[in-house]
């Protein structure tokens, strides 16, 4: 079956330093989804990549989608406390959407 | 609604108690979705409507999970004797088509059993 892993597990940076999160899979993705949950919130939508090698900017945030479309990364420039919580991967598949097991961001002020 | 949304926002349950978990899509939203999840982990898929038709169930860990949808808008998950195992939150989430669009989380029902 589809394995796609997230890596990693957790991330504690200085504010100010740059965070990037990786997801891989083993095989070819029709698209990716990328969702940050906040401490005690549910997910909320960031972005969604569907083409080979795609890059898309969202103020500090870049996420890119690999030109084999098996991985993809989001990358955070200097990190802001408001950045905290957890960032996961979503990967469709038949209608489903199925998470990553998620990159948890600390901020140290 | 403008939002995705689940009642009860929090529930205690003994064990072996039974519990039902509401959800109203965002109106006109074809898909619906329920995840579980575990403290500190992703969401779990359980299972996924399409209107009124159930896809995929296949992420139910048990024949104590049921999920239904009778007229395509509001879902009932429920789960039968409950066990300390199904403690977690409980997200369901909605989508406007058939795939490939933004799915919109509500805020989940909190499940303790004691």
């Known amino acids: 079956g589809q394995q796609v892993m997230q890596i990693p597990q957790y991330q504690h940076v200085q504010e100010g330093e740059d965070f990037t999160t990786y997801c891989n899979s083993s095989?070819?993705?029709?698209?990716i989804q990328w969702y940050k949950q906040r401490p005690g919130g549910h997910p909320v939508f960031l972005i969604q990549?569907?083409?080979?090698?795609e890059v898309k900017k969202q103020k500090r945030l870049t996420f890119q989608f690999g030109e084999a479309k098996k991985n993809s990364s989001l990358h955070i420039t200097a990190t802001q406390t408001t950045d905290v919580g957890t960032y996961f991967c979503?990967?469709?598949?038949?209608?489903?959407?199925?998470f990553g097991k998620g990159t948890k961001l600390s901020v140290k002020p | 609604g403008a939002g995705v949304s689940q009642s009860p926002r929090y529930k205690v349950a003994k064990r072996g108690q039974d519990v039902a978990l509401r959800c109203d899509p965002i109106s006109g939203h074809v898909s619906l979705f329920w995840y579980q999840q575990a403290l500190g982990q992703g969401p779990e898929f359980l299972t996924y409507f399409q209107n009124e038709a159930q896809l995929d169930k296949s992420g139910l860990p048990s024949d104590r999970f049921f999920a239904e949808r009778p007229e395509g808008s509001v879902s009932t998950l429920k789960i039968q004797r409950t066990q300390q195992e199904d403690s977690a939150v409980y997200l369901c989430?909605?989508?406007?088509?058939?795939?490939?669009?933004?799915?919109?989380f509500g805020e989940g029902s909190w499940l303790t059993v004691v």
């Open positions: 095989t070819t993705l029709s698209n």
């Open positions: 989430a909605s989508r406007r088509g058939s795939s490939g669009n933004t799915i919109y």
């Open positions: 990549l569907v083409k080979s090698g």
């Open positions: 979503a990967w469709g598949s038949q209608g489903n959407l199925i």
